[in-house]
């Protein structure tokens, strides 16, 4: 069983990822997924996270992760929002985070005790392709690097639940996020 855990600010599409991430998980690679969104904080810019559950088997857990194995931060912000993002964080924890500054990375994994951390400039890509700083496809293409879930089945479900010309737009922003994520 995987456990992860989304943060990011209203408005950057964090639970529309944590879905999709789902869709890719279970719908192109046979596995089950749980998408648990933490819903109030319905303001955009305001601080916001979802948890994702990922197994092989069957999923009958439906709670809140408190011990995530992965954590995806779309916007770094979040920690001068006294958003403490290594909360229940294990050894074996790896942090997927936006930044464009390999400084900034290593900054977040000193700060929080990560030993292992991907990083791309998740902002820079969604521009490029979406056209909006909405970096959430282009960082489900980051999280496409740890091995959890392959680009294709993301790029696949970022098509069905978008459609086609807004879904392609931000396969290919997975895509080129994937492409440009460096690991740490």
Not at 88 to 114: C, I, P, W
């Amino acid at each position: 069983m995987i456990r992860l855990k989304f943060y990011g600010l209203g408005g950057q599409g964090v639970v529309t990822a944590a879905k999709v991430l789902s869709a890719a998980v279970s719908i192109y690679e046979g596995k089950y997924a749980v998408t648990i969104p933490a819903y109030g904080h319905e303001r955009r810019g305001a601080p916001v996270y979802t948890d994702v559950v990922v197994d092989n088997e069957p999923i009958l857990l439906n709670c809140f992760v408190y011990e995530p194995d992965i954590v995806l931060v779309m916007d770094p912000s979040v920690r001068e929002k006294n958003i403490d993002i290594g909360k229940g964080k294990h050894d074996g924890t790896v942090l997927v985070l936006n930044t464009k500054s390999e400084r900034e990375a290593s900054e977040y994994m000193e700060q929080y005790g990560f030993q292992k951390a991907y990083y791309t400039d998740a902002v820079d890509v969604a521009l490029k392709w979406i056209r909006r700083p909405i970096p959430n496809g282009a960082m489900l293409g980051a999280l496409s690097k740890t091995g959890l879930v392959s680009i294709e089945s993301v790029m696949a479900a970022l098509k069905e639940t978008f459609g086609e010309k807004a879904g392609d737009k931000n396969a290919n922003a997975a895509r080129e996020a994937y492409e440009r994520t460096c690991e740490m």
